[in-house]
């Protein structure tokens, strides 16, 4: 593109920018996210061309990019064309907008999908909400604050807000959460079925600066019954700590399992595996008779054990048929005693 000449955006929402103005840049400041946006450009200094091409919405709070131009919530901070030489000056003036987006879409799939697919759209999942609350639930790419990377979480939207998914353990892709510490640590199963997000995201979750984090965990029966707990402020440490348990004040209708009977307290206890046992079990933990040397030895899990105590939501999933008076099993005994639940879902609620 020729640097004189001056591009209007031919949509709903009209803006004009420089060429001089800097080009979308892949890393964006903290606080930052973008949306690829499809439209027809049309050429100044008198030709009065119009030609698809691809821009990028920059959302910040506020960003003073290098020459001093200072970016708004929406406004565009880069665009360039995506058509090839022969469509440049091809007479887009009686398409518009969507028969553009159809062409691009036919000829640049590729192009378009890995540049949306690379962008954070918020800190978290509320953070989403927050910016559109017309948001639906499905996976999303954020970067919470703080962060230097990126990930996919999936977002539960509903008019309470928007609620990031750290986990979710009911029998249907057959997950087996008697995993490792490192995949413990990074995360394993499918975002949109049985799944841990990873330690290390829930860590960068909940230590955002100016974010704080509350548990909302949703529990199920076999009878139809449900409950919930929550925990506020939720957070937990990083892996020199062993990802430290940090749960708040309690709330909800499922009993505080952490806590337990109090001798079996989990709050702020380490997490612990097979592999990486820190669950302070030291020859004491055993079921009956039978000693074991680690809590995830005895629940085939990992989890945020102390000798052993009595939640458990990554326990083994037991069937309809074979649910009842089993101690490893997916538990929240506060709430149902000896008794595997149909399901479990924990979810993290930012503010």
Known sequence: MEASWAYTMEASWAYTMEASLPQVQTSLPDGCSSQVLYTTLTSGAGKQRDYCALATRVYC?????????????????????????????????????????????????????????????????????????????????????????????????????????????????????????????????????????????????????????????SLGDFSGNESYAEYNPFSVGNEDLHYKLSAGKYSGTAGDAFLGNGAENQHGSYFGTRDHPTDNCNQKCKIDDMRFPSCGDIFHSGWWYNACGSANLNGVWRSPSDYLAFATSVSWPTWKIRESLKFSEMYLIHH
């Not at 999942?125 to 910016?131: A, G, L, P, T, V």
């Not at 703080?146 to 892709?173: A, N, P």
């Not at 959460?177 to 960068?204: A, P």
């Open 61 to 217: 709070p506020e960003f003073v990019a290098p020459d001093g131009y200072t970016t708004r919530r929406g406004d565009i901070f880069g665009i360039r064309e995506v058509t090839s030489p022969e469509e440049r000056y091809r007479t887009m003036a009686a398409l518009k907008l969507f028969p553009c987006l159809l062409l691009l879409t036919l000829s640049y799939p590729q192009t378009a999908s890995q540049d949306q697919s690379d962008v954070a759209q918020g800190y978290d999942c509320s953070h989403i909400w927050e910016r559109d609350d017309a948001s639906t639930s499905g996976t999303y790419r954020i970067k919470p604050q703080g962060s230097d990377t990126s990930f996919l979480v999936y977002c539960k939207m509903s008019e309470l807000g928007g609620w990031t998914s750290i986990q979710r353990h009911d029998g249907s892709d057959g997950l087996n959460f008697d995993e490792k510490w490192d995949n413990y640590k990074n995360g394993f199963g499918e975002l949109e079925g049985e799944h841990w997000i990873g330690l290390e995201y829930m860590y960068l979750l909940t230590n955002q600066p100016d974010r704080s984090a509350k548990l909302h965990i």
